[in-house]
């Protein structure tokens, strides 16, 4: 069983730049692949960013490729997205999830566990 707790959400001008954070309990952490998925008001949730247990094959959403980075620190039990250039449609919810197979997976339905969520407001 994993536990995710998502942080560091919350309200920025466009072009700013947000760090997000997802502590993750459970031995077992370091074995998951881990993603980031954003859902804004109205919308489905969609996939932003994943990588592997190792921290290797970082995989991002086109609409975020070259300004979101995602990193983890498995000694810390911590997935980070560094969120650079901000833009208003960036604007949602942020889940971090994990997945127990380890694939870099863009779907939803494939991750096992799932945090409560961290709001991010991109004004204009």
């Known amino acids: 069983q994993v536990q995710l707790v998502e942080s560091g959400g919350g309200l920025v001008q466009a072009g700013g730049s947000l760090r997000l954070s997802c502590a993750a309990s459970g031995r077992t952490f370091s074995s998951y692949a881990m993603g980031w998925f954003r859902q804004a008001p109205g919308k489905e949730r969609e996939f932003v960013a994943a990588i592997r247990w190792s921290g290797g094959m970082p995989r991002y959403a086109d609409s975020v490729e070259g300004r979101f980075t995602i990193s983890r620190d498995n000694a810390k039990n911590t997935l980070y997205l560094q969120m650079n250039s901000l833009k208003p449609e960036d604007t949602a919810v942020y889940y971090c999830?994990?997945?127990?197979?380890?694939?870099?997976?863009?779907?939803?339905?494939?991750?096992?566990?799932w945090g409560q969520g961290t709001r991010v407001t991109v004004s204009s």
């Open positions: 999830a994990a997945e127990k197979g380890g694939a870099v997976v863009t779907i939803p339905s494939f991750y096992d566990y």
